[in-house]
């Protein structure tokens, strides 16, 4: 099921003015879409996430940020050594 779900497209959307969802490109989004992190392509992080999501009901992923807190890139974490906190 993983493997089938990370092979389909990721679809960038936005609502317009009239309430309508309509694909989008955005050139600080894009780019970590297409490859996530250095070691992973897109088709084996979405492949790691709905995994994460089937075993254990839920899915972390840690979003690493530029100076400008643009997301560069992400990380699928183990759910088993992540513990959530509430500020």
């Known amino acids: 099921i ?3 779900i990370a092979k389909l497209r990721v679809k960038l959307v936005a609502q ?5 969802w309509k694909e989008t ?4 989004y894009s780019p970590v879409l297409r490859k996530p992190n250095g070691y992973q392509n ?18 972390y992923v840690l979003k690493q ?4 807190g643009v ?3 992400l990380f699928v974490l183990d759910p ?8």
């Open 16 to 20: 317009d003015a009239n309430g309508f």
């Open 65 to 68: 940020r530029d100076g400008r």
């Open 2 to 4: 993983a493997s089938d």
């Open 42 to 59: 897109r088709i084996q992080f979405f492949e790691c996430w709905v995994l994460s999501k089937l075993q254990r009901g839920n899915t």
């Open 71 to 73: 997301v560069v890139r």
């Open 25 to 28: 490109k955005n050139p600080a």
């Open 80 to 87: 088993t050594r992540v513990k959530p906190l509430v500020s």
